[in-house]
């Protein structure tokens, strides 16, 4: 085996090593337990009594969709933490962190109050007037 095929080897074998040690490299793998930020729009009209502020019910909701068991870090997390923001002015819901299997759980299983999940796109302005975007 020469020199510059032996280079190659250790490249490829540091690569996947690298690849096998941190998922989240592989976009595939990492799609459905990569936490993203999701804006909540509820009805607050729909909020149940026994809640004696909104946040508290924001909380239940996400406490709702994790599960009893925690198998990841983002599981484990207290629900009201993953939640980042509470929007009171123009709407009535909450930013949160949540992957994409719980957002779609969120959307889909008829939890009262919730109105539509959306996942949030920002878009920044660079010094010189370009745009980037971000999710």
Known sequence: MDRRSSRRW???SL???ALHLNPSLCSAAA???SPRTYIIHMAKSEMPG???HHREWYASTVRSITGASSSTKLEAEDPAR???YSYETAF???AA???EAEAEQLES???PGVVSVLRRRCTSYTRRGARSSWA
């Open 10 to 12: 250790r490249f490829l």
């Open 92 to 94: 009535h819901g909450f």
């Open 97 to 99: 962190r949540l992957s």
């Open 82 to 84: 993953r939640i980042l």
């Open 15 to 17: 690569f996947l090593t």
């Open 31 to 33: 799609t459905k337990v």
């Open 50 to 52: 026994s809640f004696s």
């Open 109 to 111: 299983s008829g939890i």
